[in-house]
């Protein structure tokens, strides 16, 4: 049997600025079954989250690389 969705998150690739992602927003409202789209303002959070993410990769391919020196 195959589930049923009743929804599904966009993430856009970088963050946009309210008017640049109008059309977009528009353009997903208009798409056969949609509902209601609304978007997700970001917020300092997602900053410092994105951010030690990339620490943290960051991290891991430099031991990957250099398993010799102790970072840090």
Same mark, same amino acid.
């Given at each position: ?20 992602? !109008? @059309? ?11 509902? %209601?789209?609304?978007?997700? *303002?970001?917020? #300092? !959070? @997602? ?11 960051? %991290?891991?391919?430099?031991? *990957?690389?250099? #398993? ?5």
């Amino acid at each position: 049997m195959t589930d049923r969705l009743k929804g599904v998150v966009v993430t856009f690739e970088r963050d946009l600025r309210t008017d640049d992602a !109008e @059309d977009l927003i528009k353009a997903i409202g208009c798409l056969r079954g949609v509902l %209601d789209v609304s978007p997700s *303002v970001a917020k #300092p !959070e @997602d900053y410092m989250n994105r951010e030690r993410v990339r620490m943290e990769l960051t %991290d891991q391919l430099w031991a *990957v690389l250099h #398993p010799q020196s102790k970072k840090g």
